[in-house]
Antibody, heavy 124, light 106 residues
Framework: EVQLVESGGGLVQPGRSLRLSCAAS????????MHWVRQAPGKGLEWVSG????????DYADSVKGRFTISRDNAKKSLYLQMNSLRAEDMALYYC?????????????????WGQGTLVTVSS | SYVLTQPPSMSVAPGQTAKISCGGH??????VHWYQQKPGQAPVLVVY???DRPSGIPERVSGSNSGNTATLTISRVEAGDEADYYC?????????FGTGTKVTVL
C-alpha cells in the first residue's frame, strides 16, 4: 500500500524559513516523480513544485520560484521542500503527491497518491 | 499562464447525472485528470488521461475531452459523491488545477 506521510509544518513568522518532509513507503520511490501541492484554507488546489525520479528535472510555480527548493533522497525514500522568505499567502495545507510516472512525460503526468498534508501557518 | 475554469457549484438529486465542466483554451489537445476531495480529506484521483479510471473507481464515473471543454460525468449520483472536484492539466512546465466545483447531493 502506498503511503505518504508529511511532516515539518507549523507556525512561522513572515520572512522565516521552514522545511517540509515527506516519507514514502509501499512503492519503489526512485522510479517516480514527486510533487508538492498546497491548499490555502477554504481555497482550491495549487501545484507548488515537482521533481523527477533522478532530480534532473525540477519545476516550480511562479508564486514560489526563487524562495522554495524541492529535493529528494532516494536512499531515504524522502521528499523535501525548503521554504524560505515565507509570506502570509504561503499559509496552506501542503500535500506530498506521487506522480503516476518517472517525470519523463509531464504531458500525461497526474497525481495518483496523496498524503494527508502538513499545515503551514505564517503569522507574526 | 493557462487557466482552467469550472462552475463553482452544482446540485444534483440522487440517481441523476452530474456533468462537471472544465474549460480551457484548446483543452482537447491536452490530457485532463480529475480529482475528488471530500471535506477534511486529501484529494483522490478519479479519472486520468481524459477518460481512464484508476482501480476502485466505479464505472458510473467517466470523463471526456474535446475542443475547449473537458467533462467529468457521474451517473446515478449517490450521497457519497458529494465533494469538491478539480480538473488538472500540464502546461508549459507547470501543473494547473481548475478552480474546483462543489457538488451537493440534494
Amino acid at each position: 500500500e502506498v503511503q505518504l506521510v508529511e511532516s515539518g509544518g507549523g507556525l512561522v513568522q513572515p520572512g522565516r524559513s521552514l522545511r517540509l518532509s515527506c516519507a514514502a513507503s509501499g512503492f519503489t520511490f526512485d522510479d517516480y516523480a514527486m510533487h508538492w501541492v498546497r491548499q490555502a484554507p477554504g481555497k482550491g488546489l495549487e501545484w507548488v513544485s515537482g521533481i523527477n525520479w533522478n532530480s534532473v528535472n525540477i519545476d516550480y510555480a511562479d508564486s514560489v520560484k526563487g524562495r522554495f527548493t524541492i529535493s529528494r533522497d532516494n536512499a531515504k525514500k524522502s521528499l523535501y521542500l525548503q521554504m524560505n522568505s515565507l509570506r502570509a499567502e504561503d499559509m496552506a495545507l501542503y500535500y506530498c503527491a506521487k506522480d503516476y510516472g518517472s517525470g519523463s512525460y509531464p504531458q500525461v503526468s497526474h497525481f495518483d497518491h496523496w498524503g494527508q498534508g502538513t499545515l503551514v501557518t505564517v503569522s507574526s | 499562464s493557462y487557466v482552467l475554469t469550472q462552475p463553482p457549484s452544482m446540485s444534483v438529486a440522487p440517481g441523476q447525472t452530474a456533468k462537471i465542466s472544465c474549460g480551457g483554451h484548446n483543452i482537447g489537445s491536452k490530457n485532463v485528470h480529475w480529482y475528488q476531495q471530500k471535506p477534511g480529506q486529501a484529494p483522490v484521483l478519479v479519472v486520468y488521461k481524459d477518460s481512464d479510471r484508476p482501480s476502485g473507481i466505479p464505472e458510473r464515473v467517466s470523463g471526456s475531452n474535446s475542443g475547449n471543454t473537458a467533462t467529468l460525468t457521474i451517473s446515478r449520483v449517490e450521497a457519497g459523491d458529494e465533494a469538491d472536484y478539480y480538473c488538472q492539466v500540464w502546461d508549459s512546465s507547470s501543473y494547473v488545477f481548475g478552480t474546483g466545483t462543489k457538488v451537493t447531493v440534494l
